[in-house]
């Protein structure tokens, strides 16, 4: 993760990857600072002001206590239907849920000619019943409960921010069922609906401190299945063909793939064999993590490990798995980010930061295929994925005015172009 310089347009610490230069404040824009969580209204300007916390906070409630875990296709409908109404009462207008093997994914539309898409999803990693052990909460300022961080607080900001809009015709928001479990089933749409905004806000978690997420690595599971053949570890083992060891030889290969040098890492992450110990293990597998920087690693990978052989000419190598989720380039957030950079100065003490991550999301779909990207615009706080998510409360309204403005100044301009080819090199 290369973690960008805070303002004026400043490269990063270890001169890696930024090129975007950030306009300098406007002598003209200027906030007034009377306390630090209140800023006069900037003309033009929606401010954090003009948000209810009280509400945003009931309606969190109300989504975290409808779990909605990946696969459960009831929880997850009856959260759609949740959220869908929370939009009519905020937006005015329903969205209609588009049916799905996962559940329905959600898409409201403000219905002009689209220029912004903020995408993100309602389903989270939780297991049904964590809500039983972990209820949500709001203790000193901080929400907690399962998905409070990954995403479900990034969905209320974000209707909050369309329904601050003076005239939110132009923006769509699509939340999707399957997001946490590859995004098989919404993919298509989510592509389609992003070429046709040509400009797409995802509201996945911000990374520490509220920074954005400017850049993300691909990312891909590589699974290995080799069969050999049992005997007795004792009697004779040479009659068996061993399909951990097999394993192990290969394993120095498979981690020579990495080439950190250009972002690409390839980890080895879970084995299993054997059936008892004292038995020659015929069948062994395993999966690895892999992570790219650049679109044309994905090709060298997954032919450098097609070209893998077992040592035993009688055992079986089987491949499976791919990079399913291209990189997000940098240069697909340049544009956005400069213009979240200047609005979030323009709203607080200090504007927001950018940074490179490791983990994927649906906004690599949509920076691969040329529609201007900016991610992390979600909550602030942490823990996604595990029992201590949680969300700064106090945050809710001024990320919820960071997308609003996003969305009201892209309506104001022309449609966004398709980017150009991602840059070949780092
Ligand atoms: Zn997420």
Known sequence: MAELADAGGLNPPDGNILRVRFPLRAPFCYSVHLTPHFHATIQGMISENQFSLEHMVSDLEELVCTESPSRDVERVTAHAHLIAQIMERVLGSAPT????????????QGGGEPKVLILGHHDTVHPVGTLERLPFSTTGGIATGPGVFDMKAGIVQAIHAVGALADSSHVEILLTADEEIGSHASRTLLEERALACGSCLVIEPSADGGALKIGRKGTGTITLSIEGRASHAGLEPEKGINSLVELAALIPQITSFARPEVGTTVTPTLASSGTADNVVPAFTTCSIDVRIALPEEKLRVEQAFASLKPQHPEAVLTLGGQIGRPPMHESAAAHLFSLAHRIS??????AVEGVVVGGGSDGNFTAAIGVETLDGLGAVGGGAHGDSEHVVLETMPMRAALIANLCQELSSMAK?????NVPADL
């Open 97 to 108: 849920l588009i049916d799905s093997p996962v559940g329905p994914h959600i898409h409201w």
């Open 345 to 350: 100065s323009e709203l607080a003490d200090k």
């Open 416 to 420: 966004r172009p398709p980017l150009g």
